[in-house]
């Protein structure tokens, strides 16, 4: 009853934690979203910033456009058209008898039509430049018949229409006339041909003057901050100066209406941010804070995985303990209980006599080699597995084992066979070599069947000394033959049997033969059940020469001593 309030006090800890970690994961998740809402929120106010400079510089560039645009081509095309119509008559001083004739305007090379447009009759006279296309002309006389009447301004000098009727861009620079009472009358104006004769006061507005404030871009041109394009009524590009940057940060204004509405972008270069913005444009935090996530949820699954893990191995560890407890006190009741019947003198007989000191030895060597599995397996936990190897025979000390083990599996009828070659000789600790073969007996007889015959077998293979015990038990399946070398595991099988152990037996094998540079495992047995086997590493055949001489020369020296054959004999 301690023990479950115990295993079940432990499970709601773990419990506990667990929601604990779930808990912080939860609130790095919900760190994690703001950090990257108020990243999201500096990113926009910087874009927004930077937009807005954008914007300025689109509609300081459509202001400038639209003055270079006058002084080039405007003022000059209609101070051409008026001035021509204003040159007066050849003047003559009679009484000098001489005649001055007024010298006429030049015409610009950017005229390409000059026209006019009766707004009462609709009809449209070219009497300067080439002749319209049809379609042309009939596009600007109905654009201009609306636009006098509709969007023209009489304080405006002139005003542009500019349109793509035959899928080309065209800009008519054109002047309202009024009458009297006023009203439009007639229309005067000029086509500029080709378009491209835009450029230059385009041109004049880009590299005259800084579009952004300098104060902000330390005296830098505008090519290396900014570029600009101006659109043609047909889409196509107007002006587009080198170079043209990325349309990251843009913005979009149009000249005037007076001006005809010309589209002009203006894109910033993604390196200006770092000038205009005080700290430059936000890098993104998402992947950072993804990655940091990610860390974190790894940390507490792992965490929870090594929870898990602890819970289960201190519920091994409990079992374990209960398993050595009871192990423990199985064979000190025996002990106790036999003694106790020896001092009472409540034996009847020589034979029960006898009987009795052969359970209180066979019950004491079972504690013995429990309690040296228990300490080999604890210094295999702490790392602290030391041993004395040295050149061994191992026959003697096979015979040994048997000797004192045969006693205890009399009461389960068993018997044990050998299967032992020549003499080999082994570097092995003799202590850790008779508890491999203690713990692999133990563990043939604890689960195979009353009455079987369990095979002890030992040889040389390929340099090393295999060592194995068979069993007629039920065998191990191929899918758990690593788990039975781990600490403190059980097969199912063993569980619902209830099959007493502490389960570190081969696990102290598998730590042994490690350390001796051998291995363990396990395998089908010929005639049915498990056969368990260890190799350990054979000493070599000059080193075994060397090794027997020596114990011959031990042996005489003692003879001469006055040792006698029986002090031989026991060696």
Not at 55 to 66: E, I, K, N, T
Not at 148 to 168: K, N, T
């Amino acid at each position: 009853m301690i023990h479950l309030r115990r295993h079940l006090s432990q499970g709601a800890r773990a419990h506990f934690v667990v929601g604990l970690l779930l808990v912080t994961l939860g609130l790095t998740a919900v760190l994690a979203y703001q950090a990257q809402s108020s990243a999201r929120s500096h990113h926009a106010a910087a874009t927004n910033a930077l937009e807005d400079h954008a914007a300025f510089v689109a509609w300081q560039f459509a202001s400038r456009a639209q003055s270079k645009i006058d002084y080039k081509i405007g003022s000059p095309g209609f101070h051409y058209l008026l001035g021509a119509d204003a040159v007066p008559h050849a003047a003559c001083d009679l009484d000098a008898g001489e005649c001055e004739t007024p010298e006429a305007p030049k015409r610009p090379s950017f005229l390409y039509t000059v026209f006019t447009v009766d707004l009462d009759g609709g009809d449209l006279i070219v009497f300067d430049g080439p002749e319209l296309s049809e379609v042309v002309r009939s596009w600007l006389c109905d654009t201009l018949m609306i636009a006098a009447r509709s969007v023209y301004d009489p304080e405006w000098s002139y005003a542009i229409v500019a349109g793509a009727p035959d899928r080309r861009s065209h800009a008519f620079f054109y002047r309202v006339e009024f009458s009297q009472d006023g009203s439009p009358r007639s229309v005067k104006g000029f086509e500029v041909r080709p378009v491209d004769k835009l450029n230059h006061p385009l041109e004049l507005a880009y590299y005259d003057q800084p579009l952004l404030p300098p104060s902000l871009t330390a005296g830098a041109d505008n090519a290396s901050m900014l570029s600009v394009r101006v659109l043609g009524p047909a889409g196509d590009t107007l002006f587009a100066p080198e170079p043209q940057y990325p349309p990251g940060l843009t913005a979009r204004d149009q000249l005037t209406m007076q001006f005809g509405q010309l589209p002009v972008e203006v894109a910033l270069r993604p390196e200006s941010a770092d000038v205009l913005i005080i700290g430059g444009l936000p890098r993104s935090r998402l992947p950072l804070l993804v990655g940091l996530l990610l860390l974190a949820g790894g940390l507490v699954a792992a965490a929870i995985f090594l929870l898990r893990r602890e819970v289960e191995l201190a519920r091994l560890r409990a079992e374990f303990v209960s398993n050595v407890s009871h192990e423990l006190r199985t064979p000190l009741a025996q002990i106790r209980m036999f003694t106790e019947t020896l001092l009472l003198g409540r034996v009847r007989s020589g034979e029960e006599r006898e009987r009795s000191l052969q359970i209180i030895d066979q019950e004491a060597r079972r504690l013995s080699h429990l309690v040296s599995n228990i300490l080999l397996f604890s210094r295999a936990e702490r790392n602290g597995t030391r041993l004395n190897i040295a050149p061994t025979d191992l026959t003697p000390q096979i015979q040994e084992v048997l000797d004192g083990f045969r006693p205890l599996v009399a009461a389960k009828g068993v018997s044990i066979a050998l299967e032992i070659g020549d003499e080999l000789i082994a570097e092995v600790d003799r202590s850790a070599f008779r508890q491999i073969i203690l713990n692999f007996l133990d563990n043939a007889v604890k689960y195979g069947p009353d009455g079987q015959t369990v095979t002890l077998g030992l040889k040389e293979v390929d340099g090393y000394v295999r060592l194995w015990v068979d069993d007629e038990g039920p065998g191990v399946p191929r899918d758990r033959r690593d788990e039975v070398w781990k600490p403190f595991s059980r097969l199912d099988r063993e569980r619902e049997n209830a099959t007493a152990g502490t389960g570190i037996g081969l696990s102290v094998v598998r730590e042994l033969a490690a350390v001796h540079h051998g291995r363990a495992w396990v395998e089908d047995a010929p005639r049915g059940g498990a056969r368990f086997v260890a190799e350990l590493p054979l000493k070599s055949e000059s080193a075994a020469r060397e090794w027997r001489a020596d114990r011959r020369g031990t042996a005489t020296t003692r003879v001469g001593l006055g040792s006698g054959s029986e002090r031989i004999g026991e060696r």
